[in-house]
């Protein structure tokens, strides 16, 4: 069946160094959307990307789609200590149901 | 506007156990899915509800059912409970299919 998978699976970081995790899935994707999970917490919806080679940027975090709609990337720059989490990607093609990366836990070190 | 409400929050039963959680969705959403997250993985979708009848099911064993209500909150139910089904168990809702925002879960632990 189809997989979405992330890499790298852990990231530690320093504070102020940039950080990117890696989204890539083994079908051809209508839609991605990233998501934010706090330790502890739920998932927090970030963006949602539709388009062959999509980039959005939100202050810090800059999202991209592959061209060829296989793959996403997510960077964010200058990490600072509230960017601690995990962070994933979803397919939302097509059907009713999300499929989840398999997500990338960051640490950020003060 | 309250967003997506789940209870309980935590919940610790044994296995053979039957569990019921429960969904409210946020104000004005008609559509309520279910994920189940183990610890370290990513959400894994049970099924979705909509006008009260399931929509889509993935891939969880018939222990696992569910049901909406006409004031569209939700519940899941989970028999013959096993140590395996221990996770948090997110609810998400949405006008529409796109199902992006999710409420607290609940943390379910069985022994």
């Known amino acids: 069946g189809q997989q979405v998978m992330q890499i790298p699976q852990y990231q530690h970081v320093q504070e102020g160094e940039d950080f990117t995790t890696y989204c890539n899935s083994s079908?051809?994707?209508?839609?991605i959307q990233w998501y934010k999970q706090r330790p502890g917490g739920h998932p927090v919806f970030l963006i949602q990307?539709?388009?062959?080679?999509e980039v959005k940027k939100q202050k810090r975090l800059t999202f991209q789609f592959g061209e060829a709609k296989k793959n996403s990337s997510l960077h964010i720059t200058a990490t600072q200590t509230t960017d601690v989490g995990t962070y994933f990607c979803?397919?939302?093609?097509?059907?009713?149901?999300?499929?989840f990366g398999t997500g990338t836990r960051l640490k950020v070190l003060a | 506007d309250a967003g997506v409400t789940q209870s309980p929050t935590h919940l610790i039963k044994t296995r053979g156990q039957q569990v019921t959680l429960r969904c409210s969705p946020k104000?004005?959403?008609?559509?309520v899915s279910w994920y189940q997250q183990a610890l370290g993985q990513g959400p894994q979708f049970i099924f979705q509800?909509?006008?009260?009848?399931?929509?889509q099911r993935g891939n969880f064993p018939d222990r696992f059912s569910g049901h909406q209500f006409p004031n569209y909150s939700s519940e899941l139910n989970v028999n013959a409970l096993l140590l395996g089904d221990s996770a948090l168990y997110l609810c998400?809702?949405?006008?529409?299919?796109?199902?992006?925002?999710f409420g607290p879960g609940t943390r379910l632990t069985v022994l």
């Open positions: 079908t051809t994707l209508s839609n």
């Open positions: 104000s004005g959403h008609d559509t």
């Open positions: 509800y909509y006008e009260e009848e399931e929509r």
């Open positions: 979803a397919d939302t093609s097509g059907t009713y149901k999300y499929i």
């Open positions: 998400a809702s949405s006008l529409g299919r796109d199902s992006r925002y």
């Open positions: 990307l539709v388009k062959s080679g």
